[in-house]
């Protein structure tokens, strides 16, 4: 997991020459370790010649130091000005990027889809916590309250004890929610999943506060003895699916804002504008929008269409870059927009791939 002062040292950096940034499928389930160096080599065959030496010190970090454990690996080089290795928890398209600033867009991508959210599978008598981070586990802690048995039996007396059983099943989820709620405090935790059956969490949602329950995106079914691994993957599975009507629901109010003539725009131009204005809240890219676009070298302003001089400070320093959305996360990021990376979204592709919602 990438820290987010890391991020923005990644972002910001500029050094005198341009940076190689490099993606690798390192999933060893498929491909021999030599596969992976092999296309790596076939990716970076034609960088220019200053590119070498970077090049060289990837193929020894591959050959000496990299552990092989994760599904794919970011790479980060310009000579002795940068270097950053970020392990990534889902397999990514092997390429490479020798531009002039830090290639980020798969990056912010993966951040997107995979950040952190905590995990509170329960019953009547226990809770289960669970940190995860990328895709993958954290940390995990268990809580168990006071043992609860149905009594079978019928009668008076069984009602009463089965009165006194509900008493305590009450407390115990008291007890959790409390300790989610101190969980969440001290983590940290912006997004919670909750597992278990549908009476039990929705009599627990109950007893939550209301910034708490605010951060539950999401439930699913899940027996207190599944395995960590079952835990994961469901969480996982029902992760994706909110992330994508999130996706959904943040295109459509852009959409409709711009339409509006409110805090929404669409296209490249206006989403460009605005974000050197600082006005962006929340930037929005198909994942396969790709355009040109130029970068003035003495202010830094981002601009779509072509200009002898900066719009701007009307210098001639002007910079091409093939790929302007990576310049516009950089921007985003600086200005502290949040960043999401859309996937497969027909209604942001014809408004134009990219668009914002805007803080006014």
Request: hydrophobic content about 40%; proline content about 1%.
């Amino acid at each position: 997991m990438i820290e987010d002062k890391e991020l923005q040292a990644l972002v910001e950096f500029g050094g005198e020459r341009e940076v190689l940034s490099v993606y690798l499928d390192t999933d060893l389930s498929y491909q021999s370790k030599d596969a992976v160096k092999l296309k790596f080599r076939e990716r970076t065959k034609g960088l220019a010649g200053s590119a070498q030496d970077d090049i060289t010190k990837i193929e020894a970090f591959l050959d000496f130091e990299y552990d092989w454990l994760t599904r794919a690996v970011a790479i980060f080089a310009a000579d002795d000005d940068l270097w950053k290795v970020i392990p990534l928890p889902i397999s990514v398209a092997t390429q490479s990027h020798y531009t002039e600033r830090p290639y980020v867009r798969v990056l912010m991508d993966v951040l997107d889809r995979f950040g952190s959210f905590g995990v509170a599978v329960l019953d009547r008598e226990s809770l289960r916590l669970l940190s995860i981070d990328w895709g993958g586990i954290r940390a995990e802690t268990e809580s168990v309250g006071e043992e609860l048995k149905r009594h079978k039996q019928g009668g008076w007396a069984a009602a009463r004890y089965q009165r006194h059983e509900d008493n305590l099943a009450l407390l115990n989820l008291k007890q959790a929610a409390e300790v989610v709620q101190a969980f969440c405090e001290t983590s940290g935790c912006k997004r919670l999943m909750l597992g278990g059956s549908s009476g039990v969490l929705a009599q627990f949602k109950e007893l939550l506060s209301k910034p708490v329950r605010d951060h539950v995106i999401g439930e699913f079914a899940v027996d207190m003895t599944a395995s960590t691994k079952e835990i994961q993957v469901r969480a996982l599975d029902v992760a994706g699916r909110v992330d994508l009507a999130e996706e959904q629901r943040l295109v459509e109010q852009a959409i409709t804002a711009a339409a509006k003539g409110g805090a929404g725009v669409t296209g490249l131009v206006d989403t460009l504008y605005n974000l050197q204005q600082g006005r962006v809240q929340v930037l929005l890219a198909n994942e396969a929008y790709q355009s040109a676009g130029h970068v003035c070298g003495d202010c830094g302003y981002v601009f779509a269409e072509a200009a002898a001089v900066c719009p701007l400070c009307q210098g001639e320093n002007i910079i091409s870059s093939s790929d302007i959305v990576n310049v516009a996360i950089h921007k985003a990021v600086q200005t502290g927009a949040d960043v999401n990376i859309v996937r497969s979204n027909e209604q942001l592709s014809g408004a134009g791939g990219i668009a914002a919602l805007l803080r006014y």
